[in-house]
């Protein structure tokens, strides 16, 4: 057997491992994983690769390459776990007590890994049960920390900007950019913000507590300055972590702002996924740029410097005039024209809230602004609203706030119920991946009603659920064995016989004696023609032996006659003729003796089904478990699917 070396994903070590074999212990770390299915070189080097990056801490490349892996076989396991430790930062270190390798957690997210959707794939397509008990021990592990982490950054007052930079070089010393950082802090400290700097922040924490601050930090900054002298410096593995999550979060949350400041170096140096944000990016070396830099982040902090005092622009009628025309054609369900007329104002006045909101109106097909509250959907998410809302005056932000307060109010209800129902209802039934998920899904409520008790009830649902599957499949392993076993016990002929007997009971207990005839038919093929074939032989042997034996007897017996022709053996030649005729004689009687079979298809059956009944037992045992098993199988695939 081919054996093929993977990479320890704890400590690189290397493990000689086999197609066959799923999980295995390091023999250098002396940790217990599980492995990837490896089918040839190439795959291991596919997988060796992307746990390099991995253990290197370059999660982005790690994440890419198990996906790479993932487009070629979707169902690969080890592929998604991988995805899940690329995505949380895992890295294992050693514990210095015990000398365990323990996860420790550089990239937390805000939901719960027991409920990321590829470690839901790893447990789906794991080969057997050990390596999904591996894949469920560890993610616990990773979800303690995770919880740990949140607990301390939920502590920890907001920041307004973070400063993302290269403390130190190759050497150990301090670089240009930590000291540039340390100037732009003391400004802007000055100017009242609260700034995460980690040559300060950090100062009195562990280096393994970093993460909670981290966290905390990027997820509640408005602004992110990625300072840099060098292009090296911009993609090192610690400084890209910060700046790329910071880029995840800014998908979701637009009013977020990166703003790369480089120095020394080509703005086209800057890394590709900043190429976006060319337009932000600061030349440290120009005078002013420091001035630049504060005014640019106080637009951020300020949006109101510039917002619209009111919903219609003072001193302006024309405005007024196109604004009435506006919710007349809402009033008339003429939304085309009502769309129309508010861009017309927009045109005029760019921040005029009441011109979004008539936009919206139409959007939704809303005839009377007060209509909104009763909408089906969250109106925070649309641009319209929120721009509303932005440039609107205090009393008419705080009209459209209870609208959008009143609709989610409504959504949140209805979604609660949707969840309670669910829960209720599949109690019993559903699976672990779908308990979790309804976990998620009432801590997302927070205090609403009594979301946290269900919050809490669904993991203990879970819970259950996960040990009535793993119960399921060591039944499903059990009766497995179990069918192996009986299958060692009968041979192919009656296997065979048992299925054919299987097919024609069904067809005959469910019609009528029509099929009796089939069962004739059948029988006369397996067992009517060995009865012809012995009649038949003995029909051969007769007129073989009488038509040799007569004419030998009368050749024989009439050159004895004639003086002794054959002399001393005359007497025996003649006996073997009529030996011959003898036997031709007594198997004719015999043959003819032998009683006709019986054809009729009441016989056939009768017959045959005796003759099944002595290989029956065995058979309808290995029935039964395999139909056991089927529907073992059907269940835990049922409750999946739900």
Request: proline fraction near 3%; include cysteine; charge should be neutral.
């Given at each position: 057997?081919t054996?093929?070396?993977?990479k ?10 086999n ?5 295995g212990?390091?023999d250098?770390?002396?940790s ?15 997988f060796?690769?992307?746990n390099?990056?991995?253990?290197q ?11 790479n892996?993932l ?6 396991a080890?592929?998604?776990w ?19 390798r323990?996860p420790?957690c ?9 409920a990321?959707?590829?470690y839901l794939?790893?447990l ?10 591996l ?19 939920s502590?920890?007052?907001?920041y ?10 190759n050497?150990?010393?301090r670089?240009k950019?930590?000291?540039?950082a340390?100037?732009?802090?003391y400004?802007l400290?000055?100017d009242?913000y609260?700034?995460?700097f980690a040559r300060?922040?950090?100062?009195d ?29 911009f ?22 702002l990166?703003?790369p ?9 800057l ?21 630049d830099?504060?005014?640019n ?16 622009v003072?001193?302006?009628?024309k405005t007024?005039?196109l ?15 009502a ?5 017309r ?8 809230a009441?011109a ?12 009377k602004?007060?209509d ?13 609203f ?5 440039f ?8 459209l ?7 989610y ?9 949707d ?11 559903l ?29 203990n ?11 399921m499949r ?11 076993e ?24 469910n019609?009528s ?8 038919k059948i ?17 051969c ?39 011959g ?23 056939y ?7 099944m ?13 395999e139909?056991?098993?089927q529907?073992?199988?059907?269940q ?7």
């Amino acid at each position: 057997m081919t054996m093929t070396i993977i990479k320890c994903k704890m400590c690189g070590g290397d493990i000689q491992m086999n197609a066959e074999k799923t999980y295995g212990t390091c023999d250098h770390c002396g940790s217990t994983m599980t492995l990837p299915k490896i089918a040839d070189e190439r795959k291991a080097n596919l997988f060796n690769r992307a746990n390099h990056f991995r253990r290197q801490n370059d999660f982005d490349k790690a994440l890419q390459a198990y996906e790479n892996i993932l487009n070629e076989d979707n169902a690969d396991a080890e592929a998604h776990w991988g995805v899940v430790l690329s995505r949380y930062g895992i890295e294992y270190v050693e514990d210095p007590a015990t000398r365990q390798r323990i996860p420790t957690c550089h990239r937390v997210q805000g939901g719960s890994v027991l409920a990321d959707p590829d470690y839901l794939a790893a447990l789906e397509h794991s080969p057997n049960i050990n390596t999904r008990l591996l894949y469920e021990e560890e993610a616990k592990k990773i979800s303690e920390t995770q919880k740990g982490i949140l607990a301390i950054s939920s502590k920890e007052a907001p920041y307004d900007i973070f400063i993302c930079y290269k403390e130190t070089d190759n050497s150990g010393q301090r670089t240009k950019d930590s000291i540039i950082a340390q100037d732009i802090y003391y400004q802007l400290i000055n100017d009242g913000y609260r700034i995460f700097f980690a040559r300060i922040t950090l100062e009195d924490k562990l280096g393994q507590q970093y993460e909670p601050y981290i966290f905390s930090a990027l997820n509640s900054a408005k602004v992110m300055l990625v300072i840099g002298t060098q292009k090296e410096y911009f993609e090192a593995v610690w400084v890209k972590n910060e700046w790329s999550r910071f880029l995840s979060i800014m998908q979701k949350d637009r009013s977020r702002l990166l703003i790369p400041c480089y120095r020394d170096m080509d703005a086209y140096d800057l890394p590709e996924e900043m190429s976006m944000l060319s337009i932000q990016a600061q030349d440290m070396g120009k005078i002013g740029f420091i001035q630049d830099l504060a005014r640019n982040i106080k637009k951020v902090f300020e949006p109101g410097n510039h917002a619209q005092t009111g919903p219609v622009v003072s001193g302006a009628p024309k405005t007024e005039l196109l604004l009435k025309r506006v919710f007349m054609f809402l009033e008339d369900g003429d939304w085309k024209q009502a769309d129309e007329y508010c861009e017309r104002t927009l045109d005029a006045d760019p921040e005029n809230a009441s011109a979004y909101i008539g936009k919206l109106m139409a959007a939704l097909q809303i005839r009377k602004e007060k209509d909104l509250a009763g909408h089906d959907k969250i109106l925070t998410e649309y641009s319209y609203f929120q721009k509303a809302v932005r440039f609107a005056d205090e009393k008419t932000k705080e009209r459209l706030t209870a609208y959008g307060n009143a609709v989610y109010a409504k959504k949140t209800e209805t979604a609660y119920d949707d969840a309670l129902a669910i829960m209720e209802n599949g109690r019993d039934s559903l699976s672990e991946r779908r308990f979790l998920e309804l976990s998620q899904t009432f801590g997302q409520f927070g205090n609403y009603r009594d979301a946290k008790n269900k919050m809490m009830e669904c993991e203990n649902l879970a819970e259950m659920a996960k040990r009535r599957e793993n119960e399921m499949r060591m039944a499903v392993d059990g009766l497995e064995r179990r069918i192996g076993e009986l299958d060692a016990r009968l041979s192919p002929f009656e296997k065979k016989e048992f299925a054919l007997y299987n097919k024609l009971s069904s067809k005959y207990y469910n019609s009528s004696q029509n099929m009796m005839n089939n069962f004739a038919k059948i029988y006369e093929a397996n067992g009517a023609l060995k009865y012809r074939a012995r009649r038949s032989a003995f029909g051969c042997i007769s007129i073989l032996a009488l038509s040799v034996g007569i004419p030998a007897f009368i050749a024989f017996g009439t050159a004895t006659l004639m003086n002794g022709f054959f002399g001393d053996y005359g007497v025996l030649l003649v006996a073997l003729p009529v030996a011959g005729i003898a036997l031709g004689i007594i198997t004719a009687i015999i043959n003819a003796a032998r009683p006709k079979r019986n054809t009729t298809p009441d016989r056939y059956l009768a017959e045959y089904c005796k003759i099944m009944e002595d290989k029956k037992p065995l058979a309808i045992q290995k029935n039964a478990l395999e139909q056991q098993k089927q529907f073992l199988i059907a269940q835990i695939e049922n409750n999946n699917q739900q």
